[in-house]
């Protein structure tokens, strides 16, 4: 991932056309006219070997004959002469072009990508339309229209739909900070953008149009990054799932990859809509709600002067879950006294439809002097009575200053169209009908809810660490004997070595005598199981009999079971039985928790409501491991045996914390076992006593293809390799990276501290640290940040905080900015140099170039040890009162 020169790719200062042209309707004349009829500041040149001047501007024959060397560069010549030009403009110095030449084989795009390395040129493109940076007045595209100057930055791998929304942006006055047209993305793809753009002051929120991704770990970690700052929203085009035929397991066929891109996105805290209008819609919603907005679990609160517009709106709020706001006695006392006595006296509140200017914002002040009415939706159908541009302009200086919690429907066209402008004026969210209000409510919902998980604080999981030399053990013994497929016996080993409770099975020959006396070995009743590597779901295959009370029925069933399948399918190989005790569990919920790895995003997680018709019901959801606590509960909560799960009648609640271990089991399974192709615990029993495997089912890879391993995963696990133990001062001292359950300890370390150590490390005094600042301080992404803490036994079994190190590297991992802090009355015993040692060796090993911090000038401990470890102070920093510090960790990459 790199941001490196992007400025010149969105910022230029000068840009030259490489194959302007007088031929009309051409792409070197469109382009060359577009950026000359725009507000563009600095010059254009054109290059074209066979003109002289171009509608009275000089023209010269090629790139060394440029007057001087532009920013920018758009090429428009034929797919041969791209890596030429390329190499050409990299010598000059140019570091940014946009190739919009399409018809690109394989070997010219890979010609253009060697010529363009060596100078560390960005190229954007090929086959793309170009670039909009309207605050520039610059248009370096071949579109129709230029783009209204806006706070909304637009990525689009189609170029067409680039000139569609820039046609219906105009029409409805949205302005755009950039638009960008990727194209093949050789370069300058969706990772790199959303990295710009996540900190670019002219962007308030960022729209993707989504074709494919190639990289998905550097896009999840942008998308997360860039997402923390502002709204990112997307429409992803191919809903189609693989085809899934040939799943050796439930998860398999039910893990469809557009299924895995949404979860993909609510991880990254991104919301996912469905159409164009939908991305404006949500781009206008969240950009008026991002900050002083209710909090939309608040529900909502209905206005209208018409009951149909009312009903309309609160069948929507029904429809997609949305509660409506009960009124508080106090709010519907001061109503009473306002509205006539037919008003509806609930919500929605219906003022009715003779309603002068004065009702209107009398009801408005009471609404918004009560805070538990939370948002509010104003809608208003036009009447003879009062027209609706007066009622908006008496509403309007109340509305201004609540624009965040209002979100208004002008019902109708001409007779509402200068009242929607005032309200629009005043900063309020427009909607054509109470339907798209209500849905836009609906993405704001979705948006906090993935936003929140960014936050949340999990628990720790009561699994003891994994006994992965167990679980080895059992891929071992399948691979060893040729098995693509573990039998049961195996598959449970593997869980068990997880912490995952299993009924005990045994494996005999396959021979009804065998069978029996395993059954009376473990007791009766009991279930019997076939065993074969060719048979992958055993029931289907009547390879299953349950309830066997007594060892005359486990021989009739072994027998029937062995006649049946020699029948049905006598080339499958059967190794023998598996016998286990009957689970007396008449509480429990049949789930399923299963893993397969995704051909884009990895090893994924699935959760649903189990059985055998668990492909039938497709209750499902899917998250991106790695998961704790907290994510695994959302992808329970976001299935509808959740609801069973809750407990219902005589049923009581389901042990939520053990479900989530297992999902949590799993994904620490994913990340431990790169041999793990597919998994299935079908049925995994959950009650109020816990959880039950009764029956699991692991496929390994085939050769060459892709398994799961921490390497695989689109979001960096936790790197457990990383902890370290040492002597320091006669005791254990154990220095490790920091992760999201470490927030409760993580806070007492910090409160601990002393108020001018505080002051020193924040630039700031602070009491406490805000949840959002304590979740982004422990919920840290391993790719591109690192945070080691020191830490020791307490006298409470647990352990204690000592100090903490950080660095958050820069996209192009060039310089890595640093933090340290130590206990206060640890000070001064050579803690922070231990871990500020531990933090330069891992950005090293990171390959990044340098650590660079800022400290106060009057921090002199923090001076003394920048210091000793190596630092040099930047006479170039200029910021008043504070001193940068520099430590080269490795050698630039050469070219």
């Known amino acids: 991932m790199t941001v490196r020169h992007l400025d010149q790719l969105l910022q230029p200062t000068s840009v030259a056309v490489i194959g302007a042209s007088d031929r009309p309707a051409s792409v070197g004349a469109t382009v060359w006219r577009n950026l000359r009829a725009g507000r563009f500041a600095g010059p254009v040149m054109a290059v074209n070997p066979r003109l002289r001047r171009l509608d009275g501007e000089p023209v010269v024959s090629s790139v060394a004959a440029l007057p001087q060397v532009p920013d920018l560069a758009v090429i428009c010549t034929p797919p041969a002469t791209v890596p030429k030009l390329i190499a050409e403009l990299g010598r000059r110095g140019t570091r940014a072009v946009i190739v919009m030449t399409a018809g690109l084989d394989p070997a010219t795009r890979q010609a253009m990508l060697d010529a363009a390395r060596p100078h560390l040129l960005r190229v954007l493109g090929p086959n793309c339309l170009g670039l909009l940076s309207p605050h520039l007045g610059l248009n370096a595209s071949f579109s129709h229209a230029h783009a209204l100057p806006g706070d909304v930055a637009f990525v689009s791998q189609s170029g067409a739909l680039v000139t569609a929304v820039l046609d219906w942006a105009r029409a409805r006055r949205i302005g755009f900070s950039h638009m960008v047209s990727l194209g093949e993305h050789a370069d300058v793809d969706f990772g790199d953008l959303l990295d710009h753009l996540g900190s ?25 990054a860039a997402a923390r700052n502002k709204p990112v929203i997307v429409v992803k085009a191919g809903r189609g799932t693989r085809g899934a035929a040939a799943a050796a397991s439930h998860t398999g066929a039910l893990a469809g990859s557009d299924l895995v891109f949404d979860a993909a996105i609510r991880r990254a805290g991104m919301l996912r809509v469905d159409t164009l209008q ?9 950009a008026r709600f991002r900050g002083d907005g209710p909090c939309p679990d608040a529900g909502l609160t209905i206005m209208t002067n018409g009951g149909g517009a009312g009903v309309m709106a609160a069948d929507a709020a029904e429809l997609a879950g949305i509660p409506l706001r009960d009124m508080t006695p106090a709010l519907r006392e001061r109503l009473d006294a306002v509205l006539p006595a037919t008003w509806s006296r609930a919500n929605p509140i219906d003022i009715i439809g003779d309603a002068p200017a004065e009702r209107y914002t009398a009801t408005l002040e009471a609404l918004f002097d009560d805070r538990e009415t939370g948002a509010v939706l104003f809608a208003h ?22 624009a965040g919690r209002v979100l208004a429907c002008w019902l109708g066209d001409a007779a509402v169209a200068d009242a929607r402008h005032v309200f629009e004026d005043a900063g309020v969210a427009d909607y054509a ?36 030399a167990a679980a080895r053990a059992a891929l071992a013994a399948a691979r060893a004997a040729g098995h693509e497929m573990l039998d049961e016996v195996q598959a449970k080993a593997v869980l068990a070595a997880y912490g995952i409770p299993t009924v005990p099975t045994r494996a005999v020959p396959a021979d009804p005598d065998s069978a029996v006396e395993a059954a009376d070995l473990l007791g009766y009743p ?11 779901h055993k029931s289907d295959a009547g390879g299953v009999a349950l309830r066997l009370a007594d060892a005359a ?39 399923i928790v299963g893993a397969s790895v995704d051909r884009l995003f990895g090893p994924v997680i699935l959760f649903g409501q189990g059985g055998t018709a668990v492909e039938v019901l497709a209750d499902r959801a899917i998250g991106l491991p790695p998961l704790n606590r907290v994510l695994a509960g959302e992808l329970i909560a976001r299935t509808r045996v959740a609801r069973l799960l809750a407990g219902y009648r005589d049923h009581p609640p389901a042990r939520q914390e053990a479900i989530a271990d297992v999902l949590t089991a799993v994904s620490q399974m994913l990340a431990d076992l790169p041999e793990l192709a597919e998994l299935d615990i079908n049925p995994l029993w959950a009650d109020h006593e816990g959880v039950l495997a009764l029956d699991a089912r692991i496929r390994l890879a085939r050769p060459g293809e892709r398994g799961s391993g921490a390497g695989a995963f689109a979001i960096a696990p936790y790197p457990a390799e990383l902890t370290t133990t040492l002597d320091w001062h006669g005791q254990p001292l154990r220095m490790r990276p920091i992760r999201p359950e470490d927030e409760p300890q993580h806070r007492a370390f910090i409160t601990a501290l002393d108020p001018e150590d505080v002051r020193l490390r924040f630039f700031q005094s602070r009491r406490e640290l805000p949840a959002s600042e304590m979740a982004r301080l422990t919920q840290i992404d391993y790719e591109r940040e690192m945070a080691f803490i020191a830490e020791r036994p307490s006298a409470d079994g647990g352990w204690d905080t000592l100090g903490v190190a950080r660095a958050v590297a820069d996209p192009d991992n060039v310089e890595a900015e640093f933090a340290v802090i130590v206990r206060s009355d640890l000070k001064h015993q050579g803690l922070g140099r231990l871990l500020m040692d531990r933090l330069a060796a891992h950005q090293r090993q990171r390959g990044t170039q340098r650590l660079v911090g800022y400290v106060l000038r009057e921090n002199g401990a923090m001076r003394q040890l920048c210091d000793d470890l190596g630092f040099e102070a930047d006479a170039a920093s200029e910021e008043p009162g504070v001193v940068r510090f520099v430590m080269p960790l490795s050698p630039p990459p050469t070219a």
């Open 526 to 536: 009991v279930a019997l199981k076939i065993l074969s590597p060719d048979i992958s």
């Open 200 to 224: 670019d002051p002219r962007t308030r929120s960022i729209l993707l149009y989504i074709e494919s991704i190639e990289s998905p770990r550097k896009f999840m970690s942008a998308a997360r």
């Open 433 to 468: 009908t109470p339907e798209e209000a209500v849905r836009a409510f609906g993405m704001l919902r979705t948006y906090r809810a993935n936003q929140a998980q960014l936050r949340q604080v999990p628990t720790a999981s009561e699994h003891a660490p994994p006994d992965t």
């Open 553 to 591: 029925a486990v021989r009739d069933a072994a027998v029937a079971m062995l006649q049946r399948l020699h029948a049905a399918l006598p080339g499958a190989r059967l190794e023998g039985f598996s016998v286990q005790p009957m689970a007396q569990r008449p509480m429990a919920v049949e789930l």
């Open 278 to 286: 939908e991305l404006f819609m949500a781009a206008q919603t969240l």
């Open 381 to 402: 159908a036009p009447t003879a009575i009062v027209r609706s541009d007066d009622i908006a302009r008496a509403c309007a200086p109340l509305v201004r200053q609540h």
